[in-house]
């Protein structure tokens, strides 16, 4: 069973804007809910995730203040239990913009929970071979830019009626 998805390709390409429109498609999905972390520039993927639990709403106790692990596993408990609470059970966590290739080491990314109740996206400028390559616990997924002509026939096709009005709108979209 694969535990994540990386999404890549070139920068502002649209990587997050695809995968949040994913999740805003299919939250339905989720009902756990639709989690977004922010990776740019962190290497530890566990502190990023410890770091969802003012957004889930509760505070470490004194004994788990002072471990990173037990933080962790108190952070995917509680998710959980939220997808527990709620069909479909399961949630989908976002880990945006990974520029470390430590950050989903395999080491790191077999501590995610198994089970299809936690669906993991990344998205980062870096490639398979930067992310460590073919491994049993992901799929990549590349964004590639359009070329000229699909891109000209996408904004065409968001026209009305399907069709550029006056040849100056397409000269300015080929532009």
Not at 64 to 85: N, P, T
Not at 167 to 173: G, Q, R, S, V, W
Request: aromatic share 8%; with cysteine.
């Amino acid at each position: 069973k694969r535990k994540l998805t990386c999404v890549h390709g070139l920068g502002g390409i649209g990587k997050t804007a695809l995968v949040l429109e994913y999740a805003h498609a299919y939250a339905h999905e989720y009902g756990g809910g639709c989690w977004q972390v922010s990776a740019a520039g962190r290497e530890d993927l566990l502190g990023i995730i410890v770091g969802l639990h003012s957004a889930i709403g509760f505070e470490f106790t004194e004994e788990e203040k002072g471990d990173i692990e037990k933080q962790f596993d108190r952070v995917m408990a509680e998710l959980r239990s939220l997808c527990e609470k709620r069909a479909p059970h399961r949630c989908l966590l976002i880990i945006d913009n990974v520029d470390q290739p430590r950050l989903l080491d395999p080491a790191i990314t077999q501590r995610l929970p198994q089970g299809d109740w936690l669906h993991v996206i990344a998205t980062s400028r870096l490639g398979r071979e930067s992310l460590f390559g073919v491994q049993p616990d992901r799929a990549f997924l590349p964004v590639d830019e359009l070329g000229e002509a699909d891109a000209l026939r996408l904004i065409e096709s968001y026209q009305p009626g399907g069709r550029f009005a006056h040849p100056k709108e397409e000269a300015f979209a080929r532009e």
